[in-house]
């Protein structure tokens, strides 16, 4: 038998920069030393050591979540297969689907609906606007609708859907299994799924929960529980049918082969947003973002979308005429080590305020390496001022977090 050559290849420490980036783009976020070793352990997937593991999970993420749901679940996947998961257990062929579209995340919902068999009707939100609960009801009361799908802050445009609890009741009323992608959001602001009647909420690690990317959290309501084990049409997907997922998150048994370090990672990452406090948490990133935001219009940029539609978790830029936000990113990241986000196909760039990033060592570098990398592009900025406004919001009400 002649075997081929092995490929050549490089060692990672060739490839890594020498000096660790600064994450503060719209994800994946740093981590906690914490998330970071247990992220490096591996253990049974099964047995005692890991139903303890998985029955903490469950009960903060009920914290997180806010629900008393039975029904949460850990996905090995993305966002986007936990996404995947509530739309192909809620959504059966021939369902009719509300969805709400601010952008790229929320029509991605859309898209899984119809894959699956959804009849799905798209409300487009205006550009840099939240979406109204008077134009959802317009469509719900003529519409029949199954399920309605919503994101809580669309992390493509920085749109924040500022009514989402009267969208959701108004999707509640009219008889809907109410679906909101929690992505960005999840632990920044507040999110109460019981409340709120949220029916199947959605979130990935590599966000506001400061773990790891590639192992997601989904929570379905009691109620929208015997819609799914009661479906008439078969599942086709087999990793993402909740019913088989339930035998692993509630039955101690067999699904598949957990990512057992993801869900350690997921363990201290919700342990230290429990020993932190949900309140506690929002208001160091709303203090955090409110900072972040005045340090940029103070240094004479403009935030792109307007004050009442503006997302927290991650703050969009307008870059001036004649910069390129491609030179400003690889400047920063070049020379100061700290990356932040371009957007899809826009020139705008933006800057995460989820978990980890939302301290304020991380905040004065950041800003001052906006301000430095814009001057490098060619935009006129006043880094002191922008630093001064900043400074200002963090020192108040005694915060300094
Ligand atoms: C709001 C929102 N939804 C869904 C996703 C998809 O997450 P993932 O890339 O982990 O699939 C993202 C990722 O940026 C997001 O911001």
Known sequence: MKYPQPPVVVSLDEILPEEPLLMMGAGPVPIPHKVATANSLVINHLGDTMNRVVEQVK?????????????????????????????????????????????????????????VGGEVTILEVPEKQTAKPEAVEALLKNGRFNVLTVVQGETSNTVWNRDLVEICRLGKTYGCLNI???????????????????DATITGGQKGLSSIPGVSLIAFSEESWPHITGRNAPMAHWCLDARLADQFWNKKSYHYTAPVSGILALHEALRLICDETLPARFRRHAICSAALQSGIEGMGLDLLIPAEARLNSVVGITVPDGVSADRVRHVMSEVHKVEISGAFGLNILRIGQMGEQSRTHNLFRTLHALGSSMRAAGAKVDLPAGMAEMEKILTADGFWG
Do not use: K
Request: glycine residues 6%; aromatic residues 6%.
């Open 180 to 198: 909101v992608d929690a992505v960005c959001t999840l632990s920044t602001m507040d999110m109460e799924m019981d409340e709120w009647c949220v």
């Open 59 to 115: 009960t903060m993420s009920r914290y997180v979540f806010q629900t008393r749901s039975s029904h949460v679940m850990g996905v090995a996947g993305p966002a986007s297969a936990a996404m995947e998961m509530a739309i192909c257990n809620l959504v059966e062929p021939g369902a009719r689907v509300l969805s709400i579209c601010n952008g790229l995340f929320s029509r991605r919902l859309a898209e899984m609906a119809r894959r």
